[in-house]
C-alpha cells in the first residue's frame, strides 16, 4: 500500500484546511485509515482514525469538535478537514493504514502508532 498526503500550509489562527490522502495498491487490505502529527520537536500524536465497514470514527481530545475525518471508498481518499484551527496543530501531519482493528481497539485513546503502511506527511503551519 502506497499512501500520498496532500493538502497541508500556512493558514491564520481559526481558519481551515482540508487534508487529504490517497491510497494506492493493495487497497482491499486497508479497513482503517489515521491522521497522526508530530510538531516540532515533540513526539507523534494520534489526531482520528476511521473504521472503513461503518464509517466509526475517533478522535484526540485535542481535536474533538475541530476536526472531522472522513472518506471516499471510490477514490481511496481519506481526508481530514481542519477548522478553528490553533498555533498548537503546527505539525507535520500522516496517514497511515491499517486494519480495522488496529482503528476499533486503540482509537479510544490513538497512543498507538498504526502498523500497516505510512504516507510522507504534509506539513501544517498556523499563525497567530
Known amino acids: 500500500v502506497q499512501l500520498q498526503a496532500s493538502g497541508g500550509g500556512l493558514v491564520k489562527e481559526g481558519g481551515s484546511l482540508r487534508l487529504s490522502c490517497v491510497a494506492s495498491?493493495?487497497?482491499?487490505?486497508?479497513?482503517?485509515m489515521s491522521w497522526f502529527r508530530q510538531a516540532p520537536g515533540k513526539g507523534l500524536e494520534g489526531v482520528s482514525c476511521i473504521i472503513s465497514s461503518d464509517d466509526s470514527a475517533y478522535y484526540a481530545d485535542s481535536v474533538k469538535g475541530r476536526f472531522t475525518i472522513s472518506r471516499d471508498n471510490v477514490n481511496n481518499i481519506v481526508y481530514l478537514q481542519m477548522n478553528s484551527l490553533k498555533p498548537g496543530d503546527t505539525a507535520v501531519y500522516y496517514c497511515a493504514a491499517d486494519r480495522e482493528e488496529y482503528c476499533s481497539h486503540y482509537g479510544t485513546n490513538l497512543r498507538q502508532p498504526p502498523f500497516g503502511s505510512w504516507g510522507q506527511g504534509t506539513k501544517v503551519t498556523v499563525s497567530s
Open positions: 495498491g493493495s487497497v482491499l487490505s486497508i479497513t482503517s
